[in-house]
């Protein structure tokens, strides 16, 4: 049998209490959402954890709710239950958009939005909706604004031990989301999420640098004024951004611009 | 080195074997039930011809833990049909020609059967998008595209309504 993963103990806690107590217990243990990011890492070594803290049967983590002013959504939803989901579709129609293209339909099965927004991974969909819409990341201990979430190539503000519980949302119709993805892994190569607030713009980009990101010049351009016109003069620097056997920075940077352009004209359609 | 015991339901059938944590659901099914008709072609997530159905939905085998599925109900591609009695997709296969090295076949056809399931299977283009995470290197889409359209538009394909 070829197996590159290192051996590691397996756990199936019932609650969030017995899970949080295991990942604290353990230095290196690690939370099992779906494993479509976490599984892939451990095979190319990326990650030693020595267990793993499979959170599946938690009912906690679960579920979708849709208020007049916010959607909350379970860390153990499925991509494939928020694609169809019809109160998400009606309340955050972008953020159903995203996750019916999340890598493919069997990904979509097992893959779960708590997992996506831990991992941090820069070719990840979900932390460009959690900081577009400028989400609340609820912990087993404490709310987290997305702002101070993702902190970093896949680093992100959670303490050992931490569990993402869920995620809210709050409601903003004029979001548009546009990726250029690999066509065969399906991870982000640049994308960019768009959302028009009663006062400004939140304008973000993933894929493209080590972290997910906010884009400050680009929020003033289109707080100004919300149309593709606005980034007639604009041009993406290549510094900072990331190089490698699928894109280069300079295109990564080119990408910027047009998946902007491309998102903006989804937000303008809703 | 820890072994768990994973109890599974594979194509009807209970299956319990003592595996590390760290097995693949792809390695339980082929080296510990001997089922073989999962394929593993890149180990990476992204060909799907490990693709099976855990608990009625389509996953990619290689991307699963065996303890992850514990409890679960898994049908492969052996349970699907018989060399006497193909499953209807497979039967459409085989009329327009959809396979060539069969290497990806089974994934193929498993993923084709989860299409219709969630009635995705409307025209070209979508079925095209839903087979997105399956890879043929003999590049023999059309009669794969084909056969899955052909599959949903004459079988007795219950048709659902549309859930990813």
Not at chain 1, 62 to 90: K, N, Q, W
Not at chain 2, 34 to 39: A, F, K, N, P, V
Request: hydrophobic share 40%; net charge negative; charged share 20%.
């Amino acid at each position: 049998m070829s197996n590159a993963m290192v051996d590691f103990d397996y756990a199936r806690p019932k609650s969030v209490r017995e899970a949080v107590a295991l990942l604290t217990n353990e230095p290196e243990a690690m939370a099992l959402a779906g494993g479509q990011s976490l599984i892939p890492t451990l095979k190319q070594r990326l990650a030693r954890p020595t267990l793993l803290v499979d959170v599946q049967d938690i009912d906690e983590m679960r579920g979708i709710a849709v208020s007049d002013t916010h959607v909350v959504v379970g860390a153990m939803t499925r991509h494939a239950e928020v694609a169809v989901d019809a109160h998400i579709a009606e309340a955050l129609p972008a953020l159903a958009h995203m996750a019916h293209g999340i890598a493919h339909p069997q990904v979509r099965h097992m893959g779960t939005m708590g997992g996506s927004v831990a991992h941090n991974d820069p070719g990840a969909d979900y932390p460009a909706a959690v900081l577009g819409l400028g989400a609340t990341i609820h912990t087993d201990r404490r709310r987290i604004a997305a702002d101070a979430f993702f902190t970093g190539l896949f680093a992100t503000a959670l303490e050992p031990g931490e569990l993402v519980l869920r995620i809210e949302y709050p409601r903003h119709h004029r979001s548009g989301y546009c990726k250029i993805a690999h066509p065969a892994s399906g991870l982000v190569n640049t994308g960019a999420w768009v959302t028009r607030l009663d006062d400004g713009v939140r304008v973000v980009i993933n894929g493209a640098a080590p972290c997910v990101f906010r884009h400050q010049e680009l929020e003033r351009l289109l707080a100004a004024r919300f149309d593709p016109a606005s980034l007639d003069g604009f041009r993406q620097p290549s510094e900072g951004l990331n190089a490698d056997m699928h894109a280069s920075a300079e295109y990564r940077a080119q990408l910027v611009t047009v998946t902007v352009k491309r998102a903006l004209a989804m937000a303008l359609s809703h | 080195m820890t072994t768990v015991n994973v109890s599974l339901t594979v194509n009807n059938e209970p299956q319990s074997h003592a595996v590390e944590p760290r097995t693949l659901l792809v390695h339980y099914l082929r080296d510990h039930c001997r089922l073989t008709g999962s394929h593993v072609g890149c180990d990476t997530t992204q060909c799907g011809c490990c693709t099976v159905h855990l608990n009625g939905e389509a996953v990619k085998s290689c991307t699963v833990l065996a303890v992850q599925a514990e409890g679960g109900d898994v049908t492969t591609i052996e349970g699907i049909g018989s060399v006497e009695r193909l499953h209807p997709l497979q039967e459409a296969f085989r009329r327009h020609h959809a396979l060539q090295c069969g290497f990806c076949t089974p994934g193929m056809v498993m993923q084709g059967i989860d299409i219709v399931r969630r009635g995705c299977a409307s025209d070209e283009r979508t079925v095209r998008h839903e087979l997105e995470g399956n890879l043929c290197r003999c590049t023999g889409y059309q009669g794969i595209v084909d056969a899955i359209l052909d599959y949903a538009q004459s079988s007795a394909a219950p048709a659902r309504s549309r859930r990813e």
